[in-house]
């Protein structure tokens, strides 16, 4: 195929597309437009590309060794400044672009059998055919699936990327695993990703718009390093968290223990009781009676308590039933106000009041 009937055949595919896919080409970084991406013939089973699934974008979103031999091929801008993605994927937690064995180039997400996803490449979340510059890489880009189950072309909010995996969509069937049933509206309550925020009565919150305006899963799921690319790519961090949470029955106390909570709670409102009037005894401990102090995780949820307010949740593997009628339970009086049934560290609470 000659050069001049590749161009005609690239542009055919440009002008079929969406309006609102318009793509990479009206960046001035690609210095031969659909050039820079597609070649008459490439690799099999890939849509006319040189390499194939993420290597094919890590010639531009990876090292700088590969991205100085996009530009000596003249396939990109020397001005280009892109971060390095791939470097990334090396983390110990990340999303399993490595497992390419059961992914098609022309696959759609969520799968029509219901088989849970294993793989995820950059497609799933990316459009590849996006307007540069486009703020919201996400949105209207790629196909989405909502906080109650509706498969959609195009989604209109970054949780909609995410729950095409992460939802029983894709034949998850443990519950704890299905976040998209986590951010139902029947959940009591909940960090604002699938809802607005209406945070009340939390003076432990940071000055921060996203409990009023909503979240993101990236706010939470995404680099462990705030100086490299943002996204939920990889993170040093169990679960792709911002920071670090350690999630144990007993665990001491510290800024590093809890980074990842306190990035938006304030650590010297959680410890000076202003939110709970025994938060400080529960995660620090009692010296007096020797009690050991316990995670922010064995109380709360980080996504949603479908029962109770305040993101109440315990967590099993720690808190068991109360002696007298085996309960785990929390009851709401208010704000400041209520009581816990259940056994922890050997401490029964039947009922603990405060």
Do not use: W
Not at 76 to 83: C, E, K, T
């Amino acid at each position: 195929m000659s050069v001049r009937s590749v161009k005609i055949a690239l542009a055919i595919i440009i002008l079929t597309l969406p309006i609102s896919l318009s793509s990479h080409i009206d960046s001035p970084l690609l210095t031969e437009g659909c050039g820079s991406c597609h070649i008459g013939h490439g690799m099999s089973g890939e849509p006319m590309l040189a390499a194939s699934e993420e290597q094919f974008c890590y010639q531009c979103h990876g090292s700088a060794n590969n991205r100085d031999n996009m530009v000596r091929n003249g396939k990109l801008s020397g001005a280009a400044r892109l971060a390095d993605i791939e470097r990334e994927f090396d983390k110990v937690y990340r999303h399993p672009v490595e497992n390419t064995a059961s992914h098609s180039p022309v696959e759609i997400i969520p799968r029509a059998d219901g088989a849970a996803a294993d793989h995820a490449e950059c497609v799933d979340c990316h459009s590849p055919h996006l307007r540069s510059g486009d703020p919201h890489k996400q949105r209207n880009s790629v196909s989405g699936v909502t906080a109650t189950g509706q498969y959609i072309e195009r989604a209109t909010q970054e949780y909609e990327v995410c729950l095409k995996c992460h939802s029983d969509n894709e034949g998850i069937r443990d519950e704890k695993k299905n976040i998209r049933r986590q951010f139902e509206s029947s959940a009591k309550s909940m960090h604002p990703v699938s809802r607005s925020g209406r945070a009340t009565g939390q003076p432990s919150l940071s000055a921060s718009p996203i409990m009023s305006s909503g979240m993101t899963c990236t706010d939470c799921h995404t680099n462990d390093d705030p100086n490299g690319p943002r996204g939920p790519h990889g993170s040093n961090n169990k679960h792709l968290l911002s920071g670090n949470y350690e999630q144990g029955g007993y665990a001491t106390e510290s800024p590093l223990a809890y980074e990842f909570c306190y990035s938006c709670h304030e650590r010297s409102s959680i410890l000076g009781n202003e939110s709970f009037p025994l938060h400080r005894e529960h995660i620090v401990g009692d010296p007096l009676t020797g009690r050991a102090g316990t995670s922010c995780y064995t109380c709360h949820s980080a996504h949603s308590s479908q029962r109770n307010p305040f993101l109440i949740n315990f967590n099993e593997d720690v808190v068991t039933g109360s002696k007298i009628g085996n309960r785990i339970a929390y009851q709401s009086f208010g704000i400041e106000r209520g009581e816990c049934y259940l056994s922890c560290h050997g401490y029964d609470h039947d009922p603990e009041r405060y």
